[in-house]
């Protein structure tokens, strides 16, 4: 007699919760020694609602059909010469920051859910996780190709997981993640899933997308796409733990509002480059960052914790600043790149007139105040050969470890300074978010490798600057880095572009 | 709880403590109101090292791109070291008046508004 066909309900039954067994002979607390010292309390963990519903023979029929989708345009944009539909060449370096900032952090999260998945006393939430980091490990590849194109053509895409793990802006999203991945399972997941991927993802994919399609760039828009679907499960994923964790125990309400308030900063103080990249490096522009920050967060985010008020978490500490940093963060960034614009690994440039008076448009009440006259002055420097470039490295914040750039909101001319003493060493911060995640934690926030500090040590080569970008970072001098202006880049797409 | 660790008395290894510099020290230094230095800078200084040698030397080389720096009236210019008002004394070394592994000092010459009185 032929097997009986199980029905799906039976399927999934047996291919996600079936895989969880009794301890018969060995202590199940051994088997799982991360999930109790983080304070968190799981009285049942049947009471998971698995948020994918997939099983694994579903989730490859179904990637499969969409990656071959995928490639196929991939091949398509690559034999119609696509970098050449780009709007301008300047639009490329979003993509290296893209490639070199965020793409490695697909991996480690593919390497942070894949360590929780294994972590989790119910087979429910390890299911998910592990779900979750294949989809991540999809992502990364999927980006690396999309971009691998442009490799050909450009300069600055030949290194970008060395890169990742030794240039001294990179160490901002690398130490975010690093961050994360060193905490508790459960406060990974309060961090990525719940108030990266959930609250704050949307302001990286969304935006950044309509970017690419509005900029020529298929590749990217398509990727996009492709990653959607998964980013809703991802979201799924988010909206679950914290509702799980707060309906198990009441005394992890707590603990997941202190997570929820850490990370939102950190995930704020991330999103900075992001903010630049729309406002700066978008030859044709979108939406500002501001204008992104109110639709994705201030409305959909206000939304989001209105509804979570009934289990007791409230907005994350500090939304107030960041209401008001929106504002400031992009443009106080991208100065921040364009003045160390020898020690980047892309180009930086100073924005068209019009590109200046849109965004004065944009920030009405802060841009010509504080930003313009930042620009005129870099247009008379450069007009005399005097194009700026910091010879010094700047002082870090030692806990988001971007430099110390961050304003007072309420006297936006003044750089926010802010230190704590522990064990007789002092610690700079950009904010009182930062100092205040420091101080709930030093002992881990005192190991920060501080790029500049690093260097300082001797520990990155040198003793020049140059001898670190060429030898250390692995930057080809002259071509990566330094002003769009008369960069190998620029003049290789005049060439192009001569030819018809 | 200094730390929410799976070891028990979990330490960390302080990673900039002053040992590492190979007998320098770390000094920050920040000119209040000119933006066109989008953060405080960061050297690696002998402690001994006089005062003058830092302002006339490692500051000027850093910060003597603006066109305010040759305009500083060195007589009127205010400095804060690590949040507290300071007078320096220009020939004595760093550490000997106070100016430690990560301290701060703030420039600060309210009468140079900066490029276009914008504080750039």
């Keep these: 007699m032929a097997a009986k066909k199980l029905n799906l309900k039976d399927k999934y039954k047996l291919l996600t919760r079936d895989l969880d067994w009794e301890f018969s002979y060995e202590d199940r607390k051994k088997a799982f020694p991360y999930e109790d010292f983080e304070g968190i309390k799981i009285n049942d963990w049947s009471k998971w609602e698995d948020p994918f519903r997939l099983t694994m023979d579903a989730y490859w029929k179904y990637q499969a059909e969409k990656e071959k989708k995928l490639y196929a345009i991939f091949d398509a944009s690559s034999q119609h010469n696509g970098h050449l539909n780009v709007s301008d060449p300047r639009y490329i370096n979003a993509i290296k920051l893209f490639l070199t900032g965020i793409s490695p952090l697909e991996y480690q999260a593919y390497q942070g859910f894949a360590h929780v998945g294994r972590q989790f006393g119910g087979v429910g939430a390890r299911v998910a996780c592990q779900m979750q980091s294949i989809d991540e490990l999809r992502h990364v590849q999927t980006q690396v190709h999309a971009m691998s194109q442009y490799n050909k053509y450009f300069d600055g895409f030949h290194d970008w997981t060395h890169m990742h793990d030794r240039v001294w802006y990179l160490s901002v999203p690398k130490s975010f993640f690093d961050d994360a991945r060193t905490s508790g399972p459960f406060e990974f997941l309060v961090a990525i899933s719940f108030s990266f991927e959930y609250v704050l993802t949307n302001l990286v994919f969304v935006p950044f997308m309509s970017g690419a399609a509005h900029n020529g760039d298929m590749a990217t828009v398509t990727f996009g796409f492709s990653a959607q679907s998964d980013e809703a499960r991802h979201m799924t994923l988010g909206l679950e733990v914290i509702k799980f964790l707060l309906e198990q125990d009441e005394g992890n309400v707590a603990i997941v509002q202190k997570w929820i308030d850490k990370w939102f900063w950190r995930g704020c103080r991330l999103l900075s480059i992001v903010g630049m990249m729309m406002d700066y490096m978008l030859p044709n522009k979108v939406m500002s960052w501001k204008e992104a920050w109110e639709v994705y967060f201030e409305e959909a985010g206000g939304a989001l914790f209105k509804d979570l008020a009934r289990y007791g978490i409230r907005m994350p500490q500090y939304a107030d600043i960041v209401e008001k940093e929106k504002e400031h963060v992009s443009h106080q960034a991208w100065w921040t790149f364009y003045t160390y614009g020898h020690a980047a690994g892309f180009h930086t440039w100073i924005p068209t007139d019009a590109e200046l008076d849109w965004l004065s448009e944009k920030y009405p009440d802060t841009f010509d105040k504080y930003y313009r006259p930042r620009w005129e002055l870099a247009k008379k420097l450069e007009s005399e050969g005097k194009r700026i470039y910091n010879n010094a490295l700047p002082q870090l914040c030692n806990t988001c470890q971007i430099p110390m750039l961050f304003t007072e909101m309420s006297e936006p001319g003044q750089i926010a300074y802010r230190v704590s003493e522990y064990k007789g060493d002092k610690y700079h911060f950009c904010s009182d978010g930062c100092q205040h995640i420091f101080e709930e934690e030093p002992e881990k926030y005192v190991q920060s490798w501080l790029p500049a500090h690093q260097i300082y040590m001797g520990n990155c080569g040198g003793p020049d600057v140059p001898d670190i970008l060429r030898d250390y970072y692995h930057f080809n001098l002259g071509a990566d880095n330094l002003d769009m202006k008369g960069s190998p880049d620029e003049q290789r797409w005049n060439e192009w572009k001569k030819q018809g | ?120």
């Design chain 2, 1 to 120: 709880m200094p730390v929410r660790a799976i070891t028990p008395d979990y330490t960390g290894e302080i990673k900039d403590k002053l040992e590492n510099f190979h007998g320098n020290q770390l000094v920050f230094a920040g000119w209040d109101g000119h933006l066109m230095f989008p953060a405080p800078f960061a050297w690696p200084l002998p402690p001994a090292m006089p005062f003058v040698a830092l302002r006339d030397q490692v500051m000027a080389g850093s910060f003597g791109i603006h066109p305010e720096w040759a305009e500083i009236n060195w007589d009127r210019a205010q400095w804060l070291l690590d949040g507290q008002p300071f007078v320096p004394d220009l020939q004595k070394g760093l550490a000997e008046q106070g100016i430690g592994h990560k301290s701060l000092l703030r420039l600060q010459t309210p009468e140079l508004k900066g490029f276009m009185g914008a504080g750039v």
